[in-house]
C-alpha cells in the first residue's frame, strides 16, 4: 500500500491513510484488521495489526483510501517505520482478518461500546452501519470512550456530530485526567468501567463491545457479566502496544 496522507491525532497517535498500489478496493467488514509487514533492524520478519479506521457505506471503490490510527511507542520498530514513512512510501500489509464485527443476526435494542486509545477505530469504521440499524431497527447506541486528557481523544469531532446528528447515538467521552473546557454534557471524569452502571446494562436488550487496554476490557466484561449479559452478549478485542 502506498501512503497518501498522515496527520497527528494525538501528541502520540498518527492518522495514516493508503491506497492499494493494484488500484484495487480493500473490501472489509466495519471492525476488522489489517497486519503490516516489516522487518527488525537484524533482518528478523515481523508485523503489527492495525485496526481499519475508514468511514464506508458498503465497499470501497476502486483507488479508496485505508485508514489507520498508529500508536507511537518510543524505541518502537512499528514506530520508526511509519514515522519515517512519507507520501508515497509503501509498506506491505494482509488482510483483512477479525471478527470484531456487528453481527447481521442480531435481535438487541442498544449497543454499548466501549473502547479506549486506539481501541476507539472499529467503532468509527462502524458509524455507517450504526447509522442504518438505528433507521431500520430503531436500536440505540451508547458509545463509552476513556481517555487520559482532551487531546488524546482520538477522533472525537467525528463522534460528537455524528451524535449530534442521530439522536438514537450518545457519545460519552471519560477523562481520567483532565477535563475540557465547557465540557459536554455527556462529559464524565473517571475510567469507563466507572461510569459504565450509569447505562444499567441489561441482558434482555444489549450487546457490547468492548475494544482497547487489557486492564479495562477485563474490569467491564467482569461488570458486564455481573449485570447479566451472557458471554456471547460481550464481544472483546484487547489491544496490546508492541515495540
Known amino acids: 500500500m502506498k501512503l497518501v496522507d498522515r496527520r497527528m491525532l494525538a501528541p502520540a497517535v498518527g492518522h495514516y491513510v493508503f491506497v492499494r498500489n493494484d488500484g484495487q478496493p480493500l473490501d472489509f467488514i466495519p471492525g476488522q484488521f489489517i497486519q ?38 518510543p524505541g518502537g520498530a512499528a514506530t520508526a517505520l511509519f514515522e519515517g514513512l512519507d507520501a508515497g512510501g509503501q509498506i506491505d500489509a494482509s488482510g483483512p482478518y477479525g471478527r470484531f464485527c456487528l453481527m447481521p443476526g442480531d435481535q438487541n435494542q442498544r449497543y454499548l461500546l466501549i473502547g479506549t486509545g486506539t481501541g476507539i477505530t472499529p467503532y468509527r469504521a462502524m458509524l455507517p452501519q450504526l447509522a442504518q440499524l ?4 430503531g ?84 461488570a458486564l457479566k455481573q449485570a447479566g449479559l451472557a458471554v456471547p452478549q460481550i464481544r472483546r478485542e484487547k489491544y496490546v502496544s508492541s515495540k
Do not use: W
Not at 36 to 53: C, E, M
Not at 134 to 137: N, T
Not at 151 to 172: I, K, T
Open 139 to 222: 436500536i440505540e447506541v451508547v458509545l463509552l470512550f476513556g481517555a487520559r486528557t482532551p487531546e488524546e481523544l482520538l477522533y472525537g469531532d467525528d463522534f460528537r456530530a455524528f451524535a449530534d446528528a442521530h439522536p438514537r447515538f450518545r457519545f460519552v467521552p471519560c477523562f481520567s485526567r483532565e477535563l475540557p473546557d465547557n465540557p459536554h454534557a455527556d462529559v464524565r471524569h473517571g475510567y469507563v468501567q466507572q461510569h459504565l452502571a450509569e447505562f444499567a446494562p441489561d441482558a434482555g436488550t444489549d450487546i457490547a463491545y468492548l475494544c482497547g487496554n487489557p486492564n479495562m476490557v477485563d474490569a467491564c466484561f467482569d
Open 36 to 73: 503490516v509487514h516489516f522487518n527488525y533492524a537484524d533482518g528478523t520478519a515481523t508485523k503489527r495489526s492495525y485496526s481499519l479506521a475508514t468511514i464506508h457505506d458498503h465497499t470501497l471503490g476502486p483507488g479508496e483510501a485505508v485508514e489507520i490510527a498508529v500508536s507511537f511507542v
Open 134 to 137: 438505528m433507521s431500520e431497527r
